[in-house]
Nanobody, 125 residues
Framework: QVQLVESGGGLVQAGGNLRLSCAVSGRTFTNYNMGWFRQAPGKDREFLSAISWSSMSISYADSVKGRFTIFKDNAKNTVYLQMNSLKSEDTAVYYC??????????????????WGQGTQVTVSS
């Protein structure tokens, strides 16, 4: 049974930092690219960042480039999203997702197979 479990969300003041984690089980972690998305109320799910199965390729949305960092620990089957200099507009539910290596379309939610349940991030101004 495949499971992606996010953690690390919470309430933080603007300018603060959070680190999200996504623990994956039921998969051979190193065969999958991993992505982070978020969805704010009334808005579409937004791509944030992705990392390839080999960690050789990384992509960021312009909205988070320079503030967010994606990385993974293969020994722990976990992908992380370090979020710095948070803004009120970063408030959303954050999701991780996976896609089999070789898949194209990192920025498209439809290109991902399994999703976590999401973790709420609230940034107060």
């Amino acid at each position: 049974q495949v499971q992606l479990v996010e953690s690390g969300g919470g309430l933080v003041q603007a300018g603060g930092n959070l680190r999200l984690s996504c623990a994956v089980s039921g998969r051979t972690f190193t065969n999958y690219n991993m992505g982070w998305f978020r969805q704010a109320p009334g808005k579409d799910r937004e791509f944030l960042s992705a990392i390839s199965w080999s960690s050789m390729s990384i992509s960021y949305a312009d909205s988070v480039k320079g503030r967010f960092t994606i990385f993974k620990d293969n020994a722990k089957n976990t992908v992380y999203l370090q979020m710095n200099s948070l803004k009120s507009e970063d408030t959303a539910v954050y999701y991780c997702a996976d896609q089999i290596r070789g898949t194209t379309g990192w920025g498209q939610a439809s290109a991902y197979s399994y999703w976590g349940q999401g973790t709420q991030v609230t940034v107060s101004s």
